[in-house]
């Protein structure tokens, strides 16, 4: 962490600021020019409030030279973290894809879409049960009951399942869910994020609307300082100006987190663009940038879908789209993080 | 609503979509144009689920034509909101400041902070006690204990304390907190919402940092359609590419607000910028264009502050920025929104 | 295009919208609902001003059914546009490889710039003759005389050669130039791409760091209204709240472009991530999702580069990154948009 | 400049750094530390070109102590500059408001408005005779024929008058303007910014729609840097995610310019809402935060505007909205800058 003083700071304002320095269990180094000093910070700064060092009066700018994440940090854990849930493998370059609808909506819907998902190739399912709503007047989804029809899909097809989930009140829901997703809304639910550190189950965790890189990593962290290292990380889109798709899918993020993290990396293309045309090339830009699995809507009707059928692809089309996204993965169409 | 149809739509899928029409409880207008077609709904349209009408495939587009909001809207409650706790008033055309530190740090902080405030001009304490940080490895703030501090504060002082909630299981430690906070970051925890909207405390709702306009306003439609009508909205900077301030402060979210809405609106210029040059002028601003409430950090060391110090101001700089201000206000320098 | 009228517009304004309407050579079709009017305008509205029509007092909103660039619409010229030059073409299904250093500095780096480069597999060698600048203190580039270096390497090396036009006063400059490139900052400077749409030149456009999808259409509706329908587009990276990057590529902007527009669509990973580590991974995702080209920038020396150093690659990754984007590309991982 | 090392660079690496470092006229100060090696640069370094010294492979960042614009720099001229221009003046403390259409259109149009505006109490006329329009099928404004009509005007009403150029090429018809306006789309054609510079015209200068406070100054720094040091900031909104304001109007950008630079400061509310009704809330926000000026759209007819007559304001509702204002800022509402 690199300190650079104020040129009017008070010899008491720098008593001050190496008073709260040495709170830290790090090494201090001070250099003085002729305009200006600058403090370095040097040993494992992760722990180093940076607002509090800026607060300071005898302070101009603070910056960190090393990331403020540590457990889910390249640097210290160069292998790929490696997740594995039935059939569905995450971090090993393989393409996992995740299938299913928005939302559960009746056990004949839920289990169809599982068995045509599954013959196309998808390794687990997806399925809203809990859904986060823009509007309170919009179908909230069957809450516990969508669960149920979740298990009852995993048991009729042996998929694995993932779904969402919006209140550490419900953990306890999620017991024989295999991957719990933590929605783009709540990354920055720090409270939820906590208790999901104390399960053991693997996390899927969204980056939200308008948070960063290192603000993602951030999060990932929250659950992994609770001890479960199990963390997935989904870029689903952000928000930006350009309104030609509902949000801008940030491709660079795959690479980004690939060299600053050694987390899995999944891109959900249909939340990303909102338009069923494009899942197929923002599919296939995903592997090709190398992510480890794709999060794809599919609807046994889109039109009749109770949230998000507009985005959602149908089964004949998600057949074909599967086959040339798999296809172009298994004949080496992937890039690959050699860390 | 305006539904404009695929020039190239089937019989069968237009008559799937007047199917789904047919459920809502709305007129339903036909116009046959020469090379297109356009459906309007009549009538109170706010439970019509418009991602679902744009996912039929004989649909172009969809337009609301009406606010999907219907508690929160002007349109149906003409007059002000006005929420009043203790001496602290919002909608009635007065101007409240709150004032207080980021962070509950100890009594005594939080007590002299409170009365120099209160000395100054501020009609309300804030203080965090829960507190959302990016790092997990950054203070968390006091939590329960954090609360009692607060309620201490309010004996000393006789101010109504507001602070803010992270979870729903920690309601029932808020009882005596006269306003609750919702955060930025969980402006979009819809169960969060949905269960403050079964209270019967004031709620001050954030603005998230990538939420729109009406997002804001569906957030506390959220809370009244479970019964609370009592939302005061707070606007505190939104996300954009500027890196010179730490959020954008989005000073049209004043007017926007009032035409659209009837509830109170706060700003809050210390977490909007992060600067505490930038509170007056902010403040200033603010009045200027009609804002309810300003929210104010205020720490007796900021340079010693647990959390945010950045960007608060000390007390005898918060003495004179706030009597300018208040001065400015009782001089008749306030916007008045005449619906 | 669709007109809703405010429920309380007067017969006056009614009146006057109407004779507006008539100016323009459309069908007018009036709908009168319980609550609302709507006026739909159909035929060919290209040339309908949405924002007189929005001023009009009568008029609640205004909508475009239709989009509002004609030449460059793929409705209206449903064949890919392919743009040959020397043995570089667009458009056409093959992937155009165009490289070089953001300056061109000297005859030397130029001309063992284009070998390198050629070598590896690039159809066309940029380089930077006239370059805008943040700050005026850096180099501006050599201008004329770097657009004759630049011939010079064309001459050496039988590349064809493409450089940027920062003012129509230097078109003159640019006869021998084979693809006139218009800068991001100058993507709307709608003077300039008037005289460009004088010339007989392809001209390659960037998409503005701020500008949308539907802009860049109709930036490039401009030149092509002048009569150069030679337009490539390209997309280099939007401006979001996202700082680990320099830009945000918006990979889903070739399908956007390709199903609008008939127009080639190039990529520009260099400038997109302005980090050398990601210019592998983003091309092999624009590969992926179908682009026509990609742009990338390599500098004999990156360390002691004029502008732009840190983003260029050296040529001997160059070499291996280039080999692998060929390979992949001819391997058939290309999207391929059939409209 | 503070540049911190790579922890593995090579001595080549770091001698190549020496080298480049030393054809820069700063002094430079080596400190060691266990694990990284930090380098500062003293003295003048706007000079320096941080993107050559990121370049260098033993660097892993470089960060800027000083800001990168001398003549715009408030550290450097630390007294406001005043422009005057017939009555009117900025930056001495006063509110000059700037009125007048989008387009000038008829000489019968312009005259009025001129004699209305001034009235009201407006000291300067705008009305754009060259148009920068997204659509190259809309109205592109009377060119030439417009300069004529606003000189009609100015000699009629005495009122100074202000119009955006498009092109340096025209410059010459620009003699008789008072104040030449660069339009937020050509704030970095950087080749039109170094022409202005080398004349003796006051430039008022609008931010792009995209560009950071900083950026803005280095626009006002080409200027300066030709030998024009009159210059005047506009602000008129920035590009978000917010889609019910046509732009965001960045509110902070006045005590930023302020406190970074000495030059005034000017808001248009008309542009960065784009709507009618927040022309006054947020004019009084302006004056609030202490903006030496307002420009605001004034047309005799906003439903018959050829250009942007949304948001334009009638005359009687001009003469309203401006008095309150002048008002306002006559009895002090205005905050001061004493730095």
Known sequence: MIIVLKPNATTNQVEQLNETLKTYNVEIKRWDGVHSTVIGLLGDTHTVDIEQIGANLAVESVKRVQEPYKLAN????????VIKVGDATFGDGSLTIIAGPCSVETEAQIVEVAERVK????????????????????????????LKLLLKAKEETGLPIITEIMSSSHIDLFEDVDI???????????????????????ILLKRGLANTIDETLMSAEY?????NLNVILCERGIRTFETSTRNTLDISAIPMFKMLSHLP????????AGIPQLVEPLSMASIGAG?????IEV???????????????????????ASRIIKAHDQGFSYRYNV
């Open 180 to 202: 719990i997703q933590v929605g783009a809304r709540n990354m920055q639910n720090f409270e939820l994020l906590k208790e999901l550190g104390k399960t053991n189950k693997p």
């Open 223 to 227: 659950i992994m300082a609770e001890g």
């Open 299 to 321: 609807h046994n009707c889109p039109s009749k879908a109770l949230s998000d059928g507009a985005q959602s692809l149908d089964p004949d089309t998600f057949d074909g789209i």
């Open 291 to 295: 992510a480890d699995g794709l999060m």
């Open 119 to 146: 013959a196309a190739g998808a390794k687990m399912l997806r399925g809203g049960a809990f859904k986060p709503r823009t509007s309170p007047y919009s179908f909230q989804g069957l809450r516990a009951d969508g």
């Open 265 to 272: 990396v999944v891109i959900d293309p249909s939340h990303a």
């Open 74 to 81: 390249r640097k210290f854990h160069p292998d790929n973290t």
